[in-house]
């Protein structure tokens, strides 16, 4: 089942991304491709070793693969944001998290979630100028003037919703636009909740629940601790260690798109125990799933969160 696996890959695609940035300079016999499918092999199958990963390569040869017209590529219909990361920087662990947002390419007209972190105003207003927008919670100590006030639905848990400027002169030279602060209480746990954004059109309301789908952010990094098995790095370098986090994530986004595309009716978990069990089992993915997902050991997956319910 690798084979067909390996099939959702568009290989053009993969070769344009190899071109792109000089992937096999200087390269004589191993190439990216052949890189690739060593790496997915030994994290599908969970393997702490490189030594047999080489029999991948001569079940699955991508130097003699399709034309550029045989890659799968992703159907339009084929909607999996939200569940999948759009972009994955690795650093080192010293790094501070706020720097991240220097290297965010922020889109026009999207908006970025922001954990209380990532809170400094010079960097959150280049999201403004940008045409870009955030959600972030608000800092206790962060001191404004308040402008306007605007009517809110108390029955919904909203407390206040303003229109305010920050008080600080460093605070305002870094973030001289106005900004909105919504106040809101969760009628589940009763915690009170206190937002910063740029946006001004959204309801209140819905700033709140903006905020709320940050959660599916944490689940991401637990579902990645519990599952992407990196155990032991195969190689100590910067690009050896990054490599194979890079392909560990995308292993399991395959899984997961193909997961979706063939429409399987088991959890992702429990479809990468079957991989990792019938890899080079001579039968359709489907079928494995059929045949061995009700006996498939859901004992370490009982208490789970669920990232990829697609």
């Known amino acids: 089942m690798f084979a067909p696996l390996m099939d959702h890959v568009s290989r053009f695609e993969f070769q344009t991304c190899v071109a792109r940035y000089d992937g096999e300079y200087n390269v004589s016999r191993f190439s990216c491709g052949d890189q690739y499918l060593c790496m997915a092999f030994a994290q599908l199958t969970y393997r702490e070793s490189l030594r047999d990963v080489d029999v991948c390569l001569s079940v699955f040869p991508w130097a003699r693969y399709r034309s550029r017209d045989a890659g799968v590529k992703l159907p339009a219909q084929l ?3 939200g569940s999948i990361p759009a972009v994955v920087h690795i650093t080192e662990g010293k790094a501070s998290d706020v720097a991240f947002l220097d290297d965010v390419l922020i889109e026009p007209g999207a908006i970025y979630i922001l954990d209380r972190g990532y809170v400094d105003f010079a960097r959150l207003h280049r999201f403004t100028t940008e045409a870009g927008f ?37 605070a305002r030279a870094d973030y001289p636009a106005p900004l909105r602060r919504v106040h809101y209480v969760d009628p589940t746990t009763r915690q009170r909740l206190v937002f910063m954004t740029n946006h001004f059109t959204l309801l209140a309301l819905t700033i709140a629940h903006l905020y709320k789908a940050r959660w599916q952010v944490e689940l991401f990094f637990t579902w990645i601790k519990q599952h992407l098995r990196i155990k032991a790095f195969y190689g100590t370098s910067e690009n050896a260690v990054k490599t194979q986090i890079w392909i560990a994530l995308l292993v399991y986004v395959l899984v997961a798109i193909v997961r979706k595309r063939l429409a399987l009716d088991v959890r992702l978990y429990q479809l990468l125990q079957v ?36």
């Open 134 to 170: 955030f959600i972030t919670r608000w800092k206790r100590k962060q001191r404004v003037q308040r402008w306007t006030s605007h009517p809110v639905d108390y029955r919904a848990g909203l407390i206040s919703d303003q229109t305010v400027v920050c008080a600080l002169a460093k």
């Open 79 to 81: 909607d999996l944001r």
């Open 275 to 310: 991989l990792s069990l019938t890899l080079f089992e001579k039968m359709r993915i489907s079928t494995a799933v059929f045949d061995v997902g009700p006996n498939v050991d859901e004992a370490d997956d009982c208490n789970q969160l669920q990232l990829f319910d697609l």
